[in-house]
Antibody
């Protein structure tokens, strides 16, 4: 059974840092483009970042550039999102997903909640 | 960046009746390879998103055939031929031609 399990979400103060993790199973992780998508409370979906299978290319939405870093460890079937200089507007459920091709994300995790508040 | 405008934002449909959801990109989404990468997602209440349709009209396995996607250029449509109770949720279109991928704001489907 294919699965993605996120972890690491918690309450953090503005300006703080946090690292999210996502572990995949049941599919060939090392050849998969991996994505983070977030959803603020009561709002829609927002694509945050994506990483190429070998980790050599990353893309980010403008609002997180310079603050968030996506990385991966194929030996551990894991993708990470290092978040720094966090702002209240980063408060959201963060989903990890596999991008099967050109944004067609076919496997999603259950999400992990990040709350940025003082 | 492209803007994906969905309409209506909310839709109440009688069980068994059809529904039509629109997605209009602010510019043509044809990629350099000649393909159009529009994906439709369903998010039921309290659940993670689920892919329904990819590359405009390709239905995912396990998705009922009452769901269909169509369109080109700057107008795309998700149709549900006969709405069932399990279809309640929010539907998002998304374009995947280039980063950043852009989602529409979503259409909330309810039962009348």
């Amino acid at each position: 059974e294919v699965d993605l399990v996120e972890s690491g979400g918690t309450l953090v103060h503005p300006g703080g840092s946090l690292r999210l993790s996502c572990e995949g199973s049941g599919f060939t992780f090392s050849t998969s483009w991996m994505t983070w998508v977030r959803q603020a409370p009561g709002k829609g979906l927002e694509w945050v970042a994506e990483i190429k299978p070998d980790g050599s290319v990353q893309g980010y939405v403008d609002s997180v550039k310079g603050r968030f870093t996506i990385s991966r460890d194929n030996a551990e079937n894991s993708v990470f999102l290092q978040m720094s200089s966090l702002r209240p507007e980063d408060t959201a459920v963060y989903y990890c997903a596999r991008d099967a091709s050109w944004g067609a994300m076919d496997i999603w995790g259950q999400g992990t909640v990040v709350t940025v508040s003082s | 960046d492209v803007v994906m405008t969905q309409s209506p934002l909310s839709l109440a449909v009688t069980l068994g009746q059809p529904a039509s959801l629109s997605c209009r990109p602010s510019q043509s989404l044809v990629s350099r390879d000649g393909n159009t990468y529009v994906t439709w997602y369903q998010q039921r209440p309290g659940q993670s998103p689920r892919r329904l349709i990819y590359k405009v009209s390709n239905r995912d396995s396990g998705v009922p055939d009452r769901f269909s996607g169509s369109g080109s250029g700057t107008e795309f449509t998700l149709k549900i031929s006969r709405v069932e109770a399990e279809d309640v949720g929010v539907y998002y279109c998304m374009e995947g031609t280039r980063w950043p991928y852009i989602f529409g704001q979503g259409t909330k489907l309810e039962i009348k």
